[in-house]
């Protein structure tokens, strides 16, 4: 009766497995700072991480389009994003583009923008005891 | 006055040692006075903790912004239940938050179990001492809510206002509920450990905090949900972001666990299991903190990397290795004597369903932990985003949902699969035919048409077996069918509570599936005055108007919403400006019925008052919130 058991749970295992290993390959996207953006110029779809850099917002009016720089504190990054953007967007927030990089244009055109919310947890007053 | 409060921190982080040198002791001894000198500990830090907690709390109703918790999270014009939610709002507050809960579960706990289960009593004690300590400890070190600021701030920075709302006010607390009550059996389990006592004691003596913390669990991740979908405004409900999976892990193992105990219960067996997925869901609660509050992965929830993580990696790796130290060296001893008779069987299914929430909650922690894996391996950091979790987590639900439907015809030791299929002819005959429908219908997306099947196939085999219950009884008891209905279920509570439950779940996944197959968004920019199309909507936009009072503005949109020529509903999108944040807040404007949700954002307008707009279309949505009210109250009447 043992192996009336184990052997279903084998093939569990082994199926699941397989369902994590292929989803991952499938799915998985890659994660670059603005500079290993450059160093690896990829063909592919893409996140981009990166601060808004000041001064390059541009929002066209009655349009859902954006043109505004990333960087890392290295290199500057162009990116282009049609959408729709979260309330916390503005010059000097972190985002995360992913889309992929038009090598001829020198520009990313992202897909989707997150936005990530400012620290709860980060104390902004420098006046402590 | 705050140094007190402090102070009260620092005994009390004192008093555990205290707390867990005399609770080992009570054991080794077995004197009961030792142990009660662990329980008068424990009362002590509880008033300690609470002294704490009140003090915090007074200092955001009294506006006192020399305190930099209260500064950062709090100012005057905030609405005084928002100044007392402040609390935990943030990083110190929240962990004091929990460590005042963790306590207040100690001693409920003791009071109900004062002379009860005196061989376990002092290890739960110690093992609950060694959690406070480690809690305690964040708050003395890393994580202190009374740091004074050099000069108090004439006005605070406010409350986040996307946590100036009543459901995301409980959000936290619920869930710490639930996180923070799996302590209880987390305790009880490691006592039966250490003393050998190993049979059905431990299990008996928690099955009610397993199932309160787990109802608390639930109701937090509800809420959660509930609330990114109303006050986040990117139409949906669910984004797989670390911080949410952080509660479903925890959530999925609970789960299984809630089912397995049934059979050490009723069988005796998978005594090693149950030990092994009370602890990982200790474990997993806590590795749910951890990633939430280190900024270990970034998410759209991202918190700041501070000193914290190395406290919360040490807590875990010693979780990890004392508990799985103790299980298998006690590995013979915590086995049962009975085996697994047959594979098709009412306990194989037991044991099959809890391998799938296993394999689930496996496949979300694996999805989340990627990044840090990809990038400690290869160097290079690597996401996986919603499809991979949706990817795996299908076919996984559609098993569990088959399972669910196919499990009460299952005999226990050893079931014929004939019988199987004869009992569920019916219940396979309606599935069928609602794929045939759908199918002529011309939706013909695989999973849409599989989960159709799994949730007609649960639906009717749950009325079935109430309905066969029903007459049973009627046969004996000379009652008529509502009597009979009723009496069935509280001569039976677990049983058929839990039927019901498993309804709300078949209920929840017809909302999932129409809500993630057929949902249809569109942006659009409107003058004044101008309509548009969405699906069988017709939407007019009119203008825009303001309202301010002390604590914010607003704008929104006035819309029209018509559907065959008939007027609808107003719907009223815009954004709030709160006067301590940078940030304006997305307020959504819904139109709710239970086929559907027409969605309506307020993306942005400009001086002529022309504006954009994005419209999402949610069929089916409103089920998910209907069956997981259902779940929740059903599970109240389980506890009663």
Same mark, same amino acid.
């Given at each position: 009766m043992k192996a009336q058991i184990i052997i279903p749970i084998i093939i569990l295992i082994s199926v699941v497995s397989y369902l994590i290993i292929s989803s991952v390959k499938t799915t998985m996207v890659y994660y670059y700072t603005v500079s290993e953006l450059y160093a690896q110029l990829p063909d592919f779809s893409c996140r981009v991480n990166g601060k808004v850099v000041k001064n390059t917002l541009k929002h066209l009016p009655n349009t859902f389009d954006y043109y505004f720089e990333i960087t890392d504190g290295k290199k500057k990054l162009p990116v282009q994003y049609k959408g729709v953007v979260s309330d916390i967007f503005q010059e000097g927030i972190e985002v995360v583009a992913e889309g992929k990089y038009d090598k001829n244009k020198k520009i990313f055109i992202a897909q989707s923008l997150l936005t990530k919310c400012p620290s709860k947890y980060e104390s902004k007053l420098d006046n402590k005891k | 006055m705050y140094s007190l409060s402090y102070n009260a921190l620092i005994i009390s982080f004192i008093l555990t040692f205290y707390g867990i040198f005399i609770a080992i002791s009570s054991s080794l001894k077995k004197k009961y006075n030792l142990l009660e000198s662990a329980y008068n500990t424990f009362i002590a830090i509880f008033f300690l903790t609470t002294f704490s907690v009140i003090l915090l709390i007074r200092g955001f109703i009294a506006d006192d912004f020399s305190l930099e918790y209260v500064a950062l999270h709090s100012n005057r014009a905030l609405p005084l239940i928002y100044k007392i939610s402040a609390l935990w709002s943030g990083q110190e507050g929240s962990i004091l938050f929990w460590t005042w809960l963790l306590l207040l579960y100690s001693i409920i706990m003791i009071a109900s179990y004062k002379k009860k289960y005196l061989e376990l009593m002092p290890i739960v004690c110690a093992t609950l001492f060694v959690i406070s300590n480690f809690f305690l400890s964040l708050l003395l070190f890393p994580a202190n809510p009374f740091r004074i600021l050099k000069e108090a701030l004439p006005d605070g920075q406010g409350l986040n206002p996307l946590l100036q709302d009543p459901g995301m006010m409980l959000h936290p607390p619920t869930l710490y509920l639930g996180f923070v009550g799996f302590s209880i059996p987390f305790s009880f389990a490691v006592a039966s450990l250490i003393t050998g006592n190993l049979d059905i004691t431990w299990i008996k003596a928690t099955r009610t905090w397993s199932l309160i913390s787990w109802l608390f669990l639930t109701i937090g991740i509800i809420l959660g949900a509930k609330w990114a979908y109303i006050?986040?405004? /990117?139409?949906?409900? /669910?984004? /797989?972001d670390p911080v949410e999976n952080a509660s479903l892990i925890p959530w999925l193992t609970a789960t299984a666990y809630l089912h397995s105990v049934i059979i050490q219960e009723k069988k005796n067996m998978l005594r090693v299991w149950n030990m092994i997925l009370v602890v990982s869901t200790f474990f997993l609660c806590i590795l749910g903190t951890f990633i939430t509050r280190s900024g270990i992965i970034s998410s759209v929830h991202s918190f700041t990397e501070s000193s914290i993580g190395s406290f919360f990696l040490i807590f875990l790796s010693f979780i990890l290795f004392f508990c799985g130290a103790l299980i298998i060296s006690k590995l013979d001893q915590i086995?049962?004597?009975?085996?697994?008779?047959?594979?098709?069987s009412r306990e194989s299914s037991f044991l099959f369903n809890n391998l799938l929430f296993v394999a689930l909650a496996i496949a979300v922690l694996w999805g989340t932990l990627f990044p840090i894996i990809s990038e400690a391996i290869t160097g290079e950091k690597i996401t996986v985003a919603a499809p991979f979790f949706n990817k795996v987590a299908s076919p996984l639900a559609f098993l569990l949902l088959l399972l669910t439907a196919i499990c009460p015809f299952i005999a226990w030791r050893k079931a014929s699969a004939k019988r199987l299929l004869l009992n569920l002819t019916y219940p396979i005959i309606l599935s069928v035919i609602i794929t045939i429908i759908l199918l002529l219908l011309n939706i013909n997306s695989g999973w849409v048409i599989a989960f159709a099947f799994s949730i007609i196939l649960l639906g009717s085999s749950i009325v079935i077996e109430f309905y066969k219950g029903t007459k049973a009884r009627q046969s004996i008891k000379k009652e008529n069918f509502i009597q009979a209905f009723f009496k069935l279920i509280i001569k039976n509570k677990r049983r058929y509570l839990g039927f019901i439950i498993h309804l709300s779940v078949a209920i929840i996944f017809i909302g999932i599936i129409g809500s993630s197959f057929f949902n249809e968004e569109k942006e659009v920019i409107l003058k004044k005055g101008q309509s548009t199309h969405f699906g069988k909507y017709i939407i007019k936009y009119n203008h825009l108007f303001i309202q301010s009072d002390s604590n914010k503005s607003s704008v929104r949109a006035v819309l029209d919403v018509y559907a065959s020529d008939t007027l609808l509903t107003k719907l009223y999108p815009g954004k709030n400006f709160y006067i301590t944040s940078e940030q304006p807040m997305t307020e959504v404007g819904i139109y709710s019925n239970w086929k559907e949700d027409l969605y309506t954002v307020l993306v942005g307008w400009e001086e002529d008052e022309t504006a954009s707009f994005k419209f999402f279309f949610n069929p089916l949505v409103n089920w998910i919130w209907c069956g997981a009210a259902i779940m929740i109250i059903t599970t109240i009447l389980l506890l009663l």
């Open positions: - | 006050e986040l405004g /990117w139409g949906g409900y /669910w984004a /797989w086995k049962g004597k009975e085996r697994l008779e047959s594979f098709l």
